[in-house]
């Protein structure tokens, strides 16, 4: 049972440049979510969604996009990445939205230069 | 707006010591209070939870005290160990945000021998 599995792990990316952070869960989990994790800042939320189809903004959703087409992947794209976007960032999956752990992946580290 | 907000930024202590962590908030509608560790390179790990109908929570060295008054939950941590140096992150999600943890900065624990 892999849990929640991101790719890659690291990326470093020229400003301008577009990507996709994949994001993967084996748990049959209806809610998935992307994080970024900054000094001092604790996790803020981009994105999530509540199931294959439904997506929703978070906290930080400028500069990003994502889709879900399916239970198990929740892919997180950067549209023009900017060096603001350097960060970690953490996919998450959970059983459902109340009272529930999250489940988060090992974390992919992006700088923009 | 950090509607979290987490205190100390960073915290030192002995081995079989007391850590103490403390979260405020500010959204009367959370009831779901969680607290994450994240070792380095590692996505964060769910360490334990409450919600707001007890007043503590108590999970081996690990507990939860919860004031709904003041708003106000912390960690303890008994007996504090090598192995629990990590960054814990304080949490919380409901009313109209399940699903959506806000996160506090984070707190660097370390435990020397």
């Known amino acids: 049972n892999a849990g929640v599995t991101q790719t890659p792990k690291f990326q470093v990316l020229k400003t301008g440049q577009s990507m996709t952070l994949q994001c993967a869960q084996d748990?049959?989990?209806?809610?998935m979510s992307w994080y970024r994790q900054d000094p001092g800042m604790g996790l803020r939320l981009i994105h999530y969604?509540?199931?294959?189809?439904?997506?929703d903004q978070g906290e930080v959703p400028n500069g990003y996009n994502v889709s879900r087409s399916t239970t198990e992947d929740f892919p997180l794209r950067l549209l023009s990445a900017a060096p603001s976007q350097t960060s970690v960032y953490f996919c998450?999956?959970?059983?459902?939205?109340?009272?529930?752990?999250?489940?988060f992946g090992q974390g992919t580290r992006l700088t923009v230069v | 707006q950090q509607q979290v907000k987490q205190s100390p930024q960073s915290l030192i202590v002995q081995k079989g010591g007391i850590s103490i962590i403390n979260c405020a908030y500010e959204?009367?509608?959370?009831?779901?209070f969680p607290w994450y560790q994240q070792f380095p390179g590692k996505g964060p790990a769910l360490l334990i939870a409450?919600?707001?109908?007890?007043s503590e929570k108590k999970e081996g060295r690990f507990t939860i005290s919860f004031n709904k008054s003041a708003k106000q939950f912390s960690l303890h941590i008994m007996d504090s160990q090598p192995g629990d140096s990590a960054t814990y992150f304080c949490?919380?999600?409901?009313?109209?945000?399940?699903?959506?943890?806000?996160f506090g900065q984070g707190t660097i624990l370390t435990v020397h021998p």
């Open positions: 409450i919600r707001p109908d007890v």
């Open positions: 969604s509540v199931g294959a189809g439904i997506t």
């Open positions: 748990m049959n989990h209806e809610y």
């Open positions: 998450a999956s959970s059983y459902s939205t109340v009272y529930t752990e999250a489940f």
């Open positions: 949490a919380a999600a409901g009313g109209t945000s399940y699903g959506k943890l806000t």
């Open positions: 959204n009367t509608a959370f009831d779901y």
